[in-house]
């Protein structure tokens, strides 16, 4: 059982490079999410998709944009890359709430640094 | 705004210690409170979840406490070891969506 699959781990771009990150969970979860973790601001939330077909934006949302293109896969795309844009990256998934536990799962993370 | 708040930044410990990790959040209605341990370079990994209605949960020498109306919860761990040594976020879910996070305990436990 895989969880959330995060690619690709490592990405350096240069200023104004667009790419994509990919997320894909095998837990037949309904909510997936993308945060960004920074020294000292801790993990803030990018965007999220509470189910197939909706999103919404979180607390860091410029600069982002999303697609949930089925139940397992949600990706972040980054349209011109900026410095300040280096971090870590965390795609998450969870069930129902009336899960028992309803546990958020991550992804390991990409390492994404922007010169 | 909600805001989660973890004491201390840092703690290093010798192996053997029972220790105490605190979190606060600044309102109360929450969905649950969660725990994760997250290693260099590494994601993070679930360790409990506690129930707004729930007051601990217990795991192997791990035991989380929730006080929800004074807006606290504590992670207890029991004879450490130095494979605990790691970094302990906490996380409140407030709307049923997202988690909010706090900014961590880095815990060293030598041996």
């Known amino acids: 059982n895989a969880g959330v699959t995060q690619t690709p781990k490592f990405q350096v771009l240069k200023t104004g490079q667009s790419m994509t990150l990919q997320c894909a969970q095998d837990?037949?979860?309904?909510?997936m999410y993308w945060y960004r973790q920074d020294p000292g601001m801790g993990l803030r939330l990018i965007y999220y998709?509470?189910?197939?077909?909706?999103?919404d934006k979180g607390e860091v949302p410029n600069g982002y944009n999303v697609s949930r293109l089925n139940k397992r896969e949600f990706s972040l795309r980054l349209e011109s890359a900026a410095p300040s844009q280096t971090s870590v990256y965390f795609c998450?998934?969870?069930?129902?709430?009336?899960?028992?536990?309803?546990?958020?799962?991550f992804g390991d993370g990409t390492r994404l640094s922007i010169l | 705004k909600q805001e989660v708040t973890q004491i201390p930044a840092a703690l290093s410990v010798p192996e053997g210690e029972n220790l105490v990790l605190n979190c606060s959040f600044t309102?109360?209605?929450?969905?649950?409170l969660q725990w994760f341990r997250q290693d260099p370079g590494k994601g993070l990994t679930s360790l409990l979840l506690?129930?707004?209605?729930?007051r601990e949960q217990t795991s192997g020498r791990l035991n989380a406490s929730l006080d929800k109306s004074s807006g606290r919860s504590t992670l207890y761990i029991a004879a450490s070891q130095p494979g605990d040594s790691a970094t302990y976020l906490c996380?409140?879910?407030?709307?049923?969506?997202?988690?909010?996070f706090g900014k961590g305990t880095t815990l060293s436990v030598s041996s």
């Open positions: 998450a998934s969870r069930g129902l709430l009336r899960d028992s536990p309803p546990t958020q799962h």
């Open positions: 837990m037949n979860h309904n909510s």
């Open positions: 998709s509470a189910s197939e077909g909706t999103t």
């Open positions: 309102d109360s209605a929450i969905y649950n």
């Open positions: 506690i129930q707004s209605s729930q």
């Open positions: 996380a409140v879910n407030q709307a049923g969506t997202a988690l909010i």
